[in-house]
């Protein structure tokens, strides 16, 4: 028998992955072969927490730019409001969905960077967080994933589809640059240099059974 964490659902054959989520699946000690789904449980209460929550987070954008707005000079600190609740149903909204953590994660810093340059632009300083927000955050989180790689090989595939995601994403510092919207420019291209290196380390590197398994899973 083996258990995805993630989905809570059993498995009785010789898969290695989850179906649902594609998370490493873990051995447990029965042999029983019942597949045992958790209890289907009524929508309750937490669905209209969960509504209310969201609702209350638009009111609140629409409150303050209206009060912000009312007293007739450019908008402020309502843009701020504004921005922190968008970003606080986001992240809830994304953390909500069950998927493996470093998919979380790499998901969060990206929401994360995004308001933090959003939030720059509301303050007509967005210079600290293009110049080094964004390219740090994208680093810290390449060189995180690829450390969990080589830490833990066997559980390359479920690391791999962040890598590829989050090295894409680091490309943007290095256009920014080009663009002429950064002012200090070594972290954008460090950035940049790191996450072409680790594109070409992701296509290079990899055994033919790694290939063999990223074709399966694409149906190349
Ligand atoms: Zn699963």
């Not at 843009?79 to 979380?104: E, K, S």
């Not at 632009?121 to 810290?140: E, G, H, K, N, T």
């Not at 510092?173 to 790191?194: E, I, K």
Request: aromatic share 16%; charged share 15%.
């Amino acid at each position: 028998m083996k258990y995805c964490k993630t989905c809570h659902v059993h498995y009785d054959n010789t898969l290695e992955h989850c179906i649902l989520c594609n998370g490493e699946l873990e051995k447990t000690g029965e042999v029983e072969s019942t597949y045992k789904f958790p209890e289907a449980k009524k929508r309750s209460k937490s669905r209209f927490f969960y509504r209310l929550f969201i609702f209350l987070n638009l009111v609140s954008v629409l409150v303050s730019l209206y009060i912000d707005f009312a007293d007739g000079l450019p908008l402020t600190w309502s843009l701020i409001v504004g921005i922190t609740n968008i970003y606080i149903v986001v992240m809830f909204l994304v953390l909500a969905v069950p998927t493996i953590w470093t998919h979380r994660i790499t998901k969060s810093v990206i929401i994360t960077v995004g308001s933090l340059i959003l939030i720059g632009l509301a303050i007509r300083d967005v210079d600290w967080a293009l110049d080094y927000v964004f390219p740090f955050a994208i680093m810290s989180n390449t060189f995180f994933i690829t450390l969990l790689i080589l830490v833990n090989k066997k559980k390359w595939f479920d690391y791999f589809s962040s890598l590829i995601f989050i090295t894409i994403f680091g490309l943007i510092p290095g256009l920014l640059n080009v663009l002429n919207l950064t002012n200090v420019q070594w972290p954008s291209l460090v950035c940049f240099a790191f996450s072409t290196f680790t594109l070409f380390g992701i296509i290079i590197l990899p055994s033919k059974s790694s290939r063999e398994e990223f074709k399966r899973r694409f149906h190349i």
